[in-house]
């Protein structure tokens, strides 16, 4: 059971939470955990949430996207407040994860909420004062929906915004925006994308026809096809 | 019992469906896709469907002979270890009886493998008696890239990460040896019922 330190707003459709678990050996960035919920009559819930802080960081933080017809994210983010208990699994997952002895440079490609892993992976970067050239694109709807904006835009950060025009790049991330983007292909980047299911699909494809090798992309996909 | 979590109430899977619900699985109408790394494209003219390892003939059928052969339809509840549990899924395949029908083995365990490099591994009884299909068609239609196509493994019983996308044959083991998931933390065996997620599950 991991202690609710605090719960901060990010957007308005999604929360941080700050979490203390006893004895937490650590984790890798990018990696996840299971969130488990019992209602007083026992019946449980699971889902898996993606973990948002670094290794060195304090607290250890989820970002939940609330989802309106949601079983768990509701509550996760309406119901839960400092002092509360949450129980906790984890870390989960040993592929979708970045440490500096893999190596480099690393483009990180995020579709909405698919930020979150990758925010932990830049946080580690920064931490571990890591000189391996790191890049983020962040496709987000709105800028009223990006997360963790001000802290992304002190990282090499790539924004492009599908439904709202403003002062930076819009539309989709396309072949244009990823071959702008990306470190040169002789330097073998090592990709990491995270986002929707459709998302991840459309990214992964154009890595793949720009030159990039299938098995230095890795991804991460959430939500129904 | 675990705490309670004050104010949470949750859905119920409907009475009717509950004893097919493994534990801390919840019923989807989508489907979800979940893989390591870019869908793979292998085009059909160059796609093979192998048999290997331990065995003194290896096996390969092309897909033209693959879907020629005896097919089945069937319809089951697949369980991803992400939580998600879909039922009534109905796919059309070869069942692996098929093609391991003559195959003389002392192996024990196989090895999937798959375009794209992913690896799972089953014990060979697994696959037998009915409980595994090459499977190329979803919902009466060809089974999409995303979910796996041209063909996978269909080894229902098990988490779905055990049903490999993209499958391009099976290595006959004497020992078990893990696959990329069962390296990277997943259980060895993956029994939904008996919830084995994760490695010590």
Redesign the interface.
């Given at each position: 059971?991991a202690r609710v330190a605090d719960v901060v707003s990010e957007t308005a459709r999604a929360k941080s939470l700050l979490l203390d678990p006893p004895d937490w050996a650590g984790h890798l960035a990018g990696q996840h955990v299971d969130v488990?919920?019992?209602?007083?009559d026992?019946?449980?819930?699971?889902?898996?949430y993606s973990i948002a802080s670094a290794p060195e960081d304090e607290h250890l933080q989820l970002t939940i996207e609330r989802i309106e017809d949601g079983?768990v994210s509701p509550?996760l983010t309406d119901?839960l407040h400092p002092g509360?208990?949450?129980?906790l699994r984890g870390p989960?997952?040993?592929?979708?994860v970045w440490r500096e002895s893999l190596g480099g440079p690393v483009l990180l490609v995020a579709g909405g909420s698919g930020v979150v892993p990758l925010r932990a992976i830049l946080r580690h970067h920064r931490a571990a004062k890591s000189d391996i050239p790191v890049r983020l694109v962040y496709s987000a709807r709105t800028q009223a929906d990006l997360l963790y904006r001000e802290e992304l835009e002190s990282f090499d950060t790539v924004i492009t915004l599908t439904r709202e025009e403003w002062s930076g790049h819009t539309g989709r991330v396309g072949r244009d925006l990823l071959e702008e983007a990306a470190w040169p292909l002789a330097d073998h980047p090592l990709v990491y994308v995270c986002g929707p299911?459709g998302f991840v699909?459309g990214v992964?494809?154009a890595?793949?026809a720009i030159g990039h090798a299938?098995?230095r992309?890795?991804?991460e996909?959430?939500?129904?096809? | 019992?675990?705490?309670?979590?004050?104010?949470?109430?949750?859905?119920?899977t409907d009475a009717g469906e509950r004893d097919r619900v493994p534990p801390?699985q919840?019923v989807?109408h989508?489907?979800?896709?979940?893989?390591?790394?870019?869908?793979?494209h292998t085009p059909l003219e160059s796609w093979t469907f192998q048999i290997r390892g331990e065995i003194d003939q290896p096996k390969s059928w092309t897909w033209e002979e693959l879907t020629a052969l005896p097919s089945d339809r069937v319809t089951v509840d697949i369980h991803c270890v992400?939580?998600w549990t879909k039922l009534d899924t109905v796919w059309r395949g070869v069942s692996l009886d098929t093609l391991l029908d003559g195959v003389d083995t002392s192996a024990e365990y196989v090895l999937a493998f798959s375009d794209?490099?992913y690896t799972t591994n089953l014990p060979l009884a697994d696959i037998r008696d009915g409980k595994a299909w090459v499977a190329y068609e979803f919902g009466e239609e060809p089974l999409e890239p995303?979910?796996g196509g041209p063909a996978r493994l269909l080894v229902p019983h098990l988490y779905f990460w055990k049903s490999a996308k993209w499958v391009r044959g099976i290595e006959l083991r004497a020992n078990d040896e893990p696959g990329?998931?069962e390296?990277?933390?997943y259980n060895n065996y993956g029994d939904p019922w008996k919830e084995q997620r994760?490695a010590g599950d």
């Open positions: 059971m488990r919920l019992t209602a007083d026992g019946y449980q819930a699971q889902r898996s079983e509550y119901d509360d208990e949450l129980e989960i997952g040993g592929y979708f299911t699909e992964a494809d890595l793949v299938a098995n992309i890795r991804t996909r959430f939500g129904p096809a | 019992m675990p705490p309670i979590s004050h104010g949470f109430h949750g859905r119920r801390g919840y989807t989508d489907f979800p896709v979940l893989s390591a790394g870019p869908t793979p992400t939580k794209g490099g995303e979910h990329f998931w390296m990277y933390g994760y």
